[in-house]
């Protein structure tokens, strides 16, 4: 159960690695011609062409080493639609298309995490993909985002809060961050700590589009009673599960 700090914002985020749009768009940009000016000389604008053709490739070339592997977008959709059952092996298939792709892993290892089947198997193979994850890049922010979802699960909100704080250091408003670490702490009792972290994000200069949910956040803070501290954090929400009779990357 959410608590009314956030409203009903889900706990799981699931970590993104676009970015060859961008590029993309700059590529197709730079392979427009540009108004023809009429006393070029025929050397000019051969040069011109030259050089427009040249930034293209190297814009390309940018484009297709950040385009996400084949399988990948079809997984996320799947994944974004609380369609997990079909979006693990969509994964899987992306996995194989590019076996450095960090985002796979974590967003792979958050599904199966979700899923919770075979035994535990699911959740075993979860914790092996974010350490592979980790050998790949040791610092993804992605990474460790699943990885303090997975703690603050089981029980250790102290390794949870230690991954939520490195993510900030490094990214001092994602968003998700500071709303589960915040959440996590109100639910700890610690309704200081938690308004200090929402007011630190404030004063990084977020969007203004999280300014304002922020600000409600830190509203519903002064009015929310604290919980009563049991000693056990509950697990953060579901975004889906394989057993759900209604419809998921």
Request: glycine share 4%; charged share 30%.
């Amino acid at each position: 159960m959410r608590l009314t700090l956030w409203g009903t914002l889900t706990a799981f985020s699931i970590c993104l690695a676009f970015g060859a749009n961008q590029a993309a768009c700059a590529a197709d940009k730079a392979s427009k011609p540009q108004a023809k000016v009429e006393t070029a000389k025929p050397a000019e604008e051969k040069a011109g062409k030259q050089k427009v053709s040249k930034e293209k490739s190297e814009l390309q070339k940018l484009s297709d080493k950040q385009k996400n592997p084949e399988h990948f977008d079809n997984a996320f959709m799947l994944q974004s639609q609380n369609m997990i059952q079909m979006a693990i092996p969509e994964y899987r298939d992306a996995l194989k298309a590019d076996p450095k792709f960090v985002s796979t892993y974590n967003n792979l290892a958050q599904c199966l995490w979700d899923r919770n089947e075979n035994n535990g198997k699911d959740r075993e193979e979860a914790r092996d993909l974010l350490k592979k994850a980790l050998e790949l890049e040791p610092k993804n922010v992605g990474t460790m985002h699943v990885m303090a979802l997975i703690k603050d699960a089981d029980k250790d909100p102290k390794g949870a809060e230690e991954l939520y704080r490195k993510i900030l250091r490094v990214q001092p408003i994602n968003f998700r961050a500071v709303q589960n670490l915040s959440e996590m702490m109100f639910r700890q009792g610690r309704k200081e700590d938690a308004k200090n972290v929402i007011t630190k994000a404030l004063e990084s200069s977020p969007p203004e589009t999280d300014v304002a949910i922020y600000k409600q956040a830190l509203a519903n803070l002064e009015k929310a009673k604290t919980p009563a501290v049991t000693g056990a954090t509950p697990a953060p929400a579901k975004t889906g599960s394989s057993k759900k009779k209604s419809n998921e990357g």
